[in-house]
């Protein structure tokens, strides 16, 4: 409980937060939930190293308890270099997504744009995937060996996961190599 205040001060601070477009019914669901318990959560290798550290919450509705990410979610590999980064709102959904690679190079960028639900239950919200709409903005990065970096492959959105609208592919110069509409 003693973290609530932080949490809430930082759902207005963390870069991104305020793009992200939520529905009207996600709005509904945020205020029929509430936090029972939020606590800091850290796993490690068998090495000693940091495997993934976050701040978990847990939710009660009807029966059932869920628990969520929620704030930031850090994942590193065994050797203790950073393999991903997420941010998540304060009911578990993720809004910006960082992915390395094991040079410690990005790999993948996945921002929220629009956040949505057909959940006609608290329960069915936390439970189930089928219920949600999402649309976001996805970059992809590639490493060239002629410049010794990654360089940007291609862009586009997504919705629910899949490809749609206008995607644009890259050379290692930077060049536009084509584009493609799904």
Same mark, same amino acid.
């Given at each position: 409980?003693?973290? #609530?205040? @932080?949490?809430? $001060? #930082?759902?207005?601070? /963390?870069?991104?937060?305020?793009?992200?477009?939520?529905?009207?019914?996600? !709005? =509904?669901?945020?205020?029929? $939930?509430?936090? %029972?318990?939020?606590?800091?959560?850290?796993?490690?290798?068998?090495?000693?190293?940091?495997?993934?550290? %976050?701040?978990?919450?847990?939710?009660?509705?009807e029966d059932y308890v869920f628990y969520q990410y929620i704030g930031d979610y !850090? !994942?590193?590999?065994?050797?203790?270099? @950073?393999?991903?980064? +997420?941010?998540? &709102?304060?009911?578990?959904?993720?809004?910006? %997504?960082?992915?390395?690679?094991?040079?410690?190079?990005?790999? /993948?960028?996945?921002? @929220?744009? !629009?956040? &949505? *639900?057909?959940?006609?239950?608290?329960?069915?919200? @936390?439970?189930?995937?089928?219920? $949600?709409?999402?649309? *976001?903005?996805?970059?992809?990065?590639?490493?060239?060996?002629?410049? /010794? &970096? *990654?360089?940007?492959? =291609?862009?586009?959105?997504?919705?629910?996961?899949?490809?749609?609208? #206008? +995607?644009?592919?890259? &050379?290692?110069?930077?060049? $536009? =190599?084509?584009e493609k509409e799904y």
């Open positions: 409980m003693r973290y #609530l205040p @932080l949490i809430f $001060l #930082l759902s207005f601070c /963390c870069d991104g937060y305020g793009q992200v477009q939520f529905s009207e019914r996600y !709005e =509904k669901f945020k205020e029929q $939930l509430k936090p %029972t318990i939020v606590y800091d959560s850290v796993a490690r290798y068998k090495n000693g190293n940091i495997k993934f550290k %976050t701040v978990v919450a847990r939710f009660h509705t !850090e !994942e590193y590999f065994r050797d203790g270099s @950073l393999s991903g980064t +997420w941010k998540f &709102d304060d009911y578990g959904v993720p809004f910006d %997504t960082k992915i390395y690679d094991g040079t410690g190079s990005l790999s /993948c960028e996945i921002k @929220l744009l !629009e956040f &949505d *639900t057909t959940a006609k239950s608290a329960f069915e919200f @936390l439970d189930s995937e089928e219920c $949600l709409k999402f649309k *976001t903005f996805e970059k992809y990065y590639r490493y060239s060996f002629r410049l /010794c &970096d *990654t360089y940007l492959y =291609k862009e586009g959105h997504k919705m629910n996961g899949t490809k749609i609208g #206008l +995607w644009k592919f890259y &050379d290692a110069d930077g060049n $536009l =190599k084509k």
